[in-house]
């Protein structure tokens, strides 16, 4: 079963910067198309930004202009630079396939953007 471990949260001021990563421990890795994630509290998950396995890139109308996301298909990883951050970026965040498939998540990283 493939596995995502998502790092690189933390706590950061408004207009901070972060950057996650994802590990994800599967074979033939770079034919997935994949997406981050994140889920505030009484919230329900939501889908950030996506990258095909061609590199193609969306994003969420929310973090336009603001976060990037890459994959290095050698190292099987995932980031999402995270720019301008604001208190309303503040959740959980998770990798996963996208469209996700079946019902597993890793256990996300916590991002908080507070003063």
């Known amino acids: 079963q493939v596995q995502f471990v998502e790092s690189g949260g933390g706590l950061v001021q408004p207009g901070g910067s972060l950057r996650l990563s994802c590990a994800a421990s599967?074979?033939?890795?770079?034919?997935?198309?994949m997406g981050w994630y994140r889920q505030a509290p009484g919230k329900q998950r939501e889908l950030v930004a996506s990258?095909?396995?061609?590199?193609?890139?969306n994003y969420a109308e929310f973090v336009k202009g603001r976060f990037t996301i890459s994959r290095d298909n050698v190292k099987n990883t995932v980031h999402l630079q995270m720019n301008s951050l604001k208190p309303e970026d503040t959740a959980v965040y998770f990798c996963?396939?996208?469209?996700?498939?079946?019902?597993?998540w890793g256990q996300g990283t916590q991002v908080t953007v507070s003063s």
């Open positions: 996963n396939l996208y469209p996700v498939i079946g019902h597993y």
């Open positions: 599967r074979s033939m890795f770079s034919i997935y198309d």
């Open positions: 990258i095909t396995s061609g590199f193609n890139r």
